[in-house]
Nanobody, 115 residues
């Protein structure tokens, strides 16, 4: 079975930092895009950041300059460094991997930023 496992979530104060990581297992080959989405209570799921196999990145406007996404193509892992966290960053964060013809999700990790 293909599995994505997130780690690194937790409770931090505004202005603090967290680093999220996502590890993959199973037969996943040639992942085109890896990324992070988040969903806050009462809100729609949104793309936070994504990175292609070639290293191109895409960030939500709300996190540009604060978050950095990176990946290890050999290991098919992806991380999200989150700095200068704000209360509005509070959400469940989900790892996502896209391959030709398929799409995989992790179970999510909770991030809570206190004011």
């Amino acid at each position: 079975q293909v599995q994505l496992v997130e780690s690194g979530g937790g409770l931090v104060q505004a202005g603090g930092s967290l680093r999220l990581s996502c590890a993959t297992s199973g037969s996943i080959f040639s992942i085109n895009v890896m990324g992070w989405y988040r969903q806050a209570p009462g809100k729609q799921r949104e793309l936070v950041a994504a990175i292609s196999s070639g290293g191109s990145t895409n960030y939500a406007d709300s996190v540009k300059g604060r978050f950095t996404i990176s990946r290890d193509n050999a290991k098919n892992t992806v991380s999200l460094q989150m700095n200068s966290l704000k209360p509005e960053d509070t959400a469940v964060y989900y790892c996502n991997c896209k391959v030709p013809g398929d799409n995989y999700w992790g179970q999510g990790t909770q991030v809570i930023v206190s004011s």
